[in-house]
């Protein structure tokens, strides 16, 4: 029986845009942002805030010497946030539903410091709510320092929690990051970015 479900925030919770992104990283002047940017494993520079090896101050100074002139710490947000095209309603009403039901609902994420600015504001929702409200707990990338699909991150929610996989539903739209959740025994349940999920989410939980 399901007891616990964890969600992924972008392309779940959150729709993502990585064109977006990629125009607003251009747009304060990293070239190839194409070449530098993934939308579910970030690398190098990107990938070390993420992973939590470098801090926001680090990485401000980084992207300043690749695109040749000094950042603020407000452009990177500008271009991080890209990634976030819009909050739906709907996924934050069923946030709510869940917990109501008696489910523990986890926040499990690779993100870093800029996004979760955001996300932990009154910005994140038109209610003013801000992420943390919605969940029972929260596990950021940059925070743990691991980053799925690292088999580790999803060892460390479960030790954490003190929770069973057979009774844990995870849900991502990274195939990578469900592949090796799977591995564990944890259930999956992979929606495309966007994908209205609030109600094929039953057909998994009532397995």
């Not at 972008?10 to 607003?24: E, F, L, Y």
């Not at 002047?29 to 494993?41: F, P, S, V």
Request: glycine content about 6%; proline content about 3%.
């Amino acid at each position: 029986m399901i007891k616990n479900i964890v969600f992924d925030l972008g392309g779940v919770v959150v729709a993502v845009s990585a064109q977006q992104a990629i125009k607003r990283f251009e747009e304060i002047g990293l070239d190839n942002a194409a070449e530098k940017l993934d939308t579910y494993h970030q690398t190098g520079i990107f990938g070390d805030l993420e992973m939590g090896n470098i801090d926001a101050e680090t990485f401000r100074k980084e992207l300043s010497k690749m695109t040749g002139r000094e950042l603020t710490h407000e452009e990177c947000r500008y271009a991080w946030c890209g990634f976030c095209l819009e909050v739906p309603q709907r996924n934050l009403d069923a946030l709510d539903k869940l917990r109501k039901e008696g489910y523990r609902v986890i926040l499990l994420s690779n993100t870093n410091p800029f996004i979760m600015e955001w996300a932990s504001s009154a910005d994140f929702s038109p209610s003013g709510r801000n992420v943390y409200s919605y969940f029972d707990a929260c596990y950021l990338s940059y925070e743990c320092k691991m980053m799925k699909p690292d088999e580790m991150i999803f060892r460390h929610l479960l030790t954490s929690e003190k929770i069973f996989p057979e009774e844990t539903l995870f849900l991502d739209d990274g195939p990578r990051n469900v592949a090796a959740a799977s591995e564990l025994g944890i259930r999956t349940f992979c929606p495309v970015n966007n994908e209205d999920w609030t109600q094929k989410i039953y057909d998994f939980i009532n397995k």
